[in-house]
């Protein structure tokens, strides 16, 4: 299994929401992050965990919490969020290391009310 | 500050052409570099890395590095209207940044 799933593919949400988004890989990498990309931008990126540590947090609103419970899942808790976090939430997994090939996830649609 | 710069088109060629599509970076320390393609709507696939000065062709593509010019740039031969797509070129500066720096993109469309 060579691939990186993420769920759900679609989310709304309201402003008070408590919700969740889910990554998983199967391709024994053990750095993953946690991009942004807004319609017509580049993907922002947000957090990198390597081996299961957070190693960047690119000054990102603690509205957004990641949470990495094993090296195959990779979460992202939000919460509070502003209608200017509508956005593409992307998940990507690499080899740690020099040459750093990422991976996409199909990613998650979220939109804040 | 590290950038990486692309023009962010659209670039329009024929079907059947050779699409160039081209990316300068400017930090000398740049070790790794990646072509991603994305569709509207979906996520980038990765579908081309280069690590060394040169050429690296896969089926249709071919990356080109020359790192004492600071640019790294994709051909696409034989381009087919399913390669029209935004083309992300992205840089891993290494050592201890484990992060990619990606440019605008490119949108390339392919005209039947």
């Known amino acids: 299994d060579t691939e990186v799933t993420q769920t759900p593919k679609h989310l709304v949400m309201g402003m008070t929401n408590k919700k969740s988004l889910k990554c998983e890989q199967h391709?024994?990498?053990?750095?993953m992050y946690w991009y942004k990309q807004k319609a017509k931008k580049p993907p922002e990126l947000m957090f990198v965990?390597?081996?299961?540590?957070?190693?960047i947090n690119e000054s990102v609103p603690s509205r957004f919490s990641p949470e990495c419970p094993n090296s195959s899942l990779l979460n992202l808790h939000l919460h509070a969020l502003q209608p200017e976090d509508s956005a593409l939430y992307l998940c990507?997994?690499?080899?740690?290391?020099?040459?750093?090939?990422?991976?996409f996830g199909p990613g998650t649609r979220l939109t804040v009310l | 500050q590290k950038e990486v710069e692309q023009n962010s088109g659209p670039l329009s060629v024929p079907e059947g052409a050779i699409a160039s599509l081209n990316c300068t970076y400017s930090?000398?320390?740049?070790?790794?570099f990646f072509w991603y393609r994305q569709y509207s709507g979906k996520s980038p696939e990765l579908i081309m890395s280069?690590?060394?000065?040169g050429d690296k062709e896969d089926g249709r593509f071919t990356a080109q590095l020359n790192k004492a010019s600071q640019y790294v740039s994709l051909l696409i031969r034989d381009s087919q209207p399913s390669d029209s797509a935004t083309y992300l070129c992205a840089v891993n500066y290494g050592g201890a940044t484990n992060k990619l720096i990606f440019g605008t993109g490119t949108l390339l469309a392919v005209q039947p």
């Open positions: 965990y390597s081996y299961e540590k957070l190693s």
């Open positions: 391709m024994g990498h053990r750095a």
């Open positions: 990507a997994s690499s080899h740690p290391g020099q040459n750093n090939e990422q991976f």
């Open positions: 930090d000398r320390v740049s070790q790794s």
């Open positions: 280069i690590y060394s000065n």
